[in-house]
């Protein structure tokens, strides 16, 4: 609920205030409630008034128990019970709705004025007839005694449908071009209609005939010279059975005793927007009257302002709840507007708790009470000197301190602190000073861990460089990065084999960002440039197949310098480990054989000969076999042992590193024995 005070009245917008899903749970409604302060203030008066486009009509029943509105988009009506707070039915129309009547005291007989000529009536349980009239309507209004409905629209007629009998009647013929508004006196009977033409005409529904002819475009003429056309009427209003309002399209309001042809009061909203709404206060004599942008509040007698409601979105029609101060208010907008104004009557039957709400509303905002005056502590009382002054009238008590008056205050705390001025002086010149200094060069404390990436990011700064979301120098500054420069457990290890991985992808990544900002050399150096980078590539070259987790197929990761920086880190990576599990295996060091230049391998080919024509025994001892020969002359036997196929000593060292690590998954079988039957 929003509370507003224009020209000292105070407003309750009763439709402000964000609201709730209806699929929301009710624990996370609960939980939206502590945490949100707008939802909490809210006040949901009447579930659901709202529409999904926007508003159109809205209006109450005679006996004050629904409320119906017209909007789109769908075209459709909603009735709303007051006793439950809450919808009681919904109805889609074909078309959209112009004017709306209700011809019962509740919502059992409505009828419905269409923008494609038809006048649709409904029942309690839906829509009963619909009939076209020949041409299009603006207004319609119902005569009780007659059962007549009266429809004005685009025509010079005034077209008559009997709901009695059920069917149209000759229409009434007027000299305007066409008419846009119409209405009947509660008292006498009259049926007035306002034209485009700025005129009003009476007419009589007993005789059917002219009562009467009224210029009112002649009096907004005369009070304002800035009108360039003919005003139209656009609404019209009785109040008893003598005075009634006109509003026309300029924006002016003029009151008329039927008794005369000149108003006695001309209201000039000042927008230049048509009148679409006048209602009268039924015991105050308070006039209010609606544009698109405001709703105004005065007097009827002298046309003084009493108070406004200013539009968020358009106002599009008005309804004064009967007897109380709530007005509701059809808008652009999906929520439809209710206001609450306590001191135009009490709040509906239905809402009496705004009475209470509003009354401690005022008590807690007691601001608006005491703007002249200045609340002070029994602190800030000493400190001014002004302690003697309890007990007197000067100080009122207030809960923990006093209210005094705003003048005094600003006297005493001039003579207290005459030199407060010169104080605030000296900060401002020390504040200009620091802004000066801090432009000048400052030299930056390296930190003790991570230095490299810190001074990194030291010279990005210094160079200027920025990205698009966010500035990695920022991080020397942010707190929340403050244990990567001061925590040792951060430190960056630049042998492990991660960082070897990586580092090739990182220091291409700067290459890119530093070719951008070279963007601005001259042709000559980008070319020398260029010719360099080729000249590494070509050095830099390597067919080694050892990286068995690049896939060689594609041939786009090949072009990028950054992949073959990573296979080689690999190749290292793994040379590394392979030197490592033979130390861990023979428990020296690897003998290391250096290739010694100009030196041919072609005395191997002659070798493998020989060894063919050699004898078994001369072979088995070349290859370190214990062969034993025994006997004598032709009874010679030979004996040896031959090694299993593929069992070499690096071999053999695989299978015990794997026996090895396999050896703790390995259950013992010495508690299992034999159970004896």
Not at 334 to 345: H, N, R
Request: contains cysteine; aromatic residues 8%.
């Amino acid at each position: 609920m929003q509370v507003s005070c224009p020209n000292n009245v105070k407003i309750y917008n009763l439709s402000s205030g964000k609201s709730l899903p209806e699929w929301l749970s009710e624990r996370k409604r609960r939980s939206l409630l502590k945490k949100n302060v707008d939802i909490r203030r809210r006040i949901e008066l009447i579930q659901d008034f709202d529409m999904p486009g926007i508003s159109t009509c809205v209006k109450v029943s005679r006996d004050g128990q629904y409320i119906l509105a017209t909007g789109i988009y769908k075209p459709r009506v909603k009735c709303f019970d007051v006793k439950n707070l809450s919808l009681k039915f919904e109805r889609c129309f074909d078309s959209e709705v112009v004017a709306m009547e209700i011809l019962s005291d509740d919502y059992s007989k409505l009828v419905f004025l269409h923008c494609d000529r038809s006048v649709e009536f409904h029942v309690a349980h839906g829509k009963y007839y619909r009939l076209r009239v020949p041409r299009f309507g603006r207004d319609m209004k119902y005569h009780y005694p007659s059962c007549d409905l009266f429809v004005v629209g685009d025509s010079n007629q005034i077209y008559r449908i009997n709901l009695e009998r059920g069917q149209l009647l000759q229409p009434l013929a007027t000299e305007a071009v066409s008419i846009n508004k119409c209405e009947i006196n509660p008292t006498h009977h009259l049926l007035v209609v306002g034209t485009e033409d700025g005129k009003i005409q009476a007419w009589d529904p007993r005789t059917k005939s002219k009562a009467g002819s009224l210029d009112c475009a002649l009096h907004c003429v005369g009070e304002s010279n800035r009108l360039e056309a003919v005003p139209a009427i656009t609404s019209l209003k009785f109040q008893g059975g003598l005075t009634f309002g006109v509003g026309t399209s300029t924006g002016q309001v003029l009151l008329y005793d039927i008794r005369s042809s000149k108003p006695f009061l001309v209201k000039d909203h000042m927008y230049g927007l048509p009148i679409t709404n006048i209602e009268f206060h039924p015991r105050m004599d308070m006039v209010y009257s609606m544009d698109s942008s405001i709703v105004k509040i005065w007097e009827r007698d002298n046309g003084k302002l009493y108070t406004s409601i200013e539009a968020q979105n358009d106002f599009n029609d008005m309804c004064v709840v009967p007897n109380s101060g709530m007005i509701l208010i059809a808008n652009e907008n999906t929520k439809m507007q209710s206001y609450y104004i306590p001191s135009l009557g009490p709040a509906p039957y239905w809402c009496s708790f705004l009475d209470n709400l509003t009354e401690e509303l005022e008590e807690l905002d007691y601001e608006t009470i005491y703007d002249d005056y200045k609340f002070v502590t029994e602190k800030e009382l000493d400190e001014l000197g002004l302690s003697h002054l309890k007990g007197t009238v000067l100080l009122r008590a207030y809960m923990h301190g006093y209210f005094m008056d705003i003048r005094l205050y600003r006297k005493a705390r001039d003579v207290m602190k005459p030199f407060e001025f010169e104080q605030y002086k000296k900060q401002r010149i020390q504040q200009k000073i620091q802004e000066t200094c801090g432009s000048r060069v400052q030299m930056q404390k390296v930190p003790s861990v991570n230095k490299d990436l810190a001074l990194k990011l030291m010279d990005d700064e210094m160079n200027g460089k920025k990205r698009k979301k966010s500035s990695s120098s920022s991080l020397l500054k942010d707190q929340r990065f403050k244990a990567l420069f001061n925590n040792p457990d951060f430190q960056v290890d630049m042998n492990s084999e991660e960082y070897a991985l990586l580092n090739p992808v990182v220091s291409q990544l700067d290459s890119r960002s530093r070719a951008k900002r070279l963007k601005a050399m001259n042709a000559e150096e980008e070319r020398d440039e260029k010719i360099e980078m080729d000249r590494e590539k070509e050095d830099n070259h390597d067919d080694s197949s050892d990286e068995s987790f690049i896939h060689d197929d594609s041939s786009s990761e090949d072009e990028k310098p950054w992949v073959k920086e990573v296979r080689k880190q690999y190749r290292l990576i793994k040379r590394k480990e392979r030197l490592s599990e033979e130390r861990d295996e023979s428990g020296n060091e690897p003998k290391l054989y250096e290739i010694k230049e100009n030196v041919e391998f072609k005395d191997a080919k002659p070798v493998a000969k020989k060894q063919i024509k050699a004898s078994l025994g001369d072979r088995l001892k070349s290859q370190d076999h214990n062969a034993k020969a025994s006997g004598a002359r032709g009874n010679k036997e030979m004996t040896f042992i031959i090694e299993k196929k593929g069992q070499t000593d690096r071999g053999k060292a695989h299978v015990k590193r794997h026996g090895k690590e396999y050896k703790h998954l390995l259950r013992p079988a010495g508690n299992l024995y034999r159970k004896k039957c």
